[in-house]
C-alpha cells in the first residue's frame, strides 16, 4: 500500500525557514509527479508547488522566490524549501503524488507550518 510520509513541519518566526520532506513508501515505483499542498483554516486547499520526475517545477505566485521544491527520484522523496515565511503561510501543508499534473490520487497525513509575527 502506498504511503507518502510527511516529515519537517513547526513553529518559526516570520522570516525563518523549514524544510519538508516526502517519502514514498509501499513502492518502489516513482510518481510522475509530485507536489505540496496547504490549507489555512477557514480557506479552501491550494497548491503551493510541484514538480515532476524530470524536475520541471510549478508554483504558486504567492509562494516564488521563496519556496523551492525539489525531489531525489532515488530516494523517491520530495522536498519543500521554505524560506522568508509570511505569517499568511501558516496552514496544513500536504504532499500529494500522481501521474499527471492534476491532483493526485495520493496524500500524506499533513503537517502543521504555523508562522508567528
Known amino acids: 500500500q502506498v504511503q507518502l510520509v510527511e516529515s519537517g513541519g513547526g513553529s518559526v518566526q516570520a522570516g525563518g525557514s523549514l524544510r519538508l520532506s516526502c517519502a514514498v513508501s509501499?513502492?518502489?515505483?516513482?510518481?510522475?509527479?509530485m507536489g505540496w499542498y496547504r490549507q489555512a483554516p477557514g480557506k479552501q486547499r491550494e497548491l503551493v508547488a510541484s514538480?515532476?520526475?524530470?524536475?520541471?517545477?510549478n508554483y504558486a505566485d504567492s509562494v516564488k522566490g521563496r519556496f523551492t521544491i525539489s525531489r531525489d527520484n532515488a530516494k523517491n522523496t520530495a522536498y519543500l524549501q521554505m524560506n522568508s515565511l509570511r505569517p499568511e503561510d501558516t496552514a496544513v501543508y500536504s504532499c500529494?503524488?500522481?501521474?499527471?499534473?492534476?491532483?493526485?490520487?495520493?496524500w500524506g497525513q499533513g503537517t502543521q507550518v504555523t508562522v508567528s509575527s
Open positions: 500529494n503524488a500522481g501521474r499527471t499534473w492534476s491532483t493526485g490520487p495520493y
Open positions: 509501499g513502492s518502489t515505483a516513482s510518481f510522475a509527479v
Open positions: 514538480v515532476s520526475f524530470g524536475g520541471i517545477t
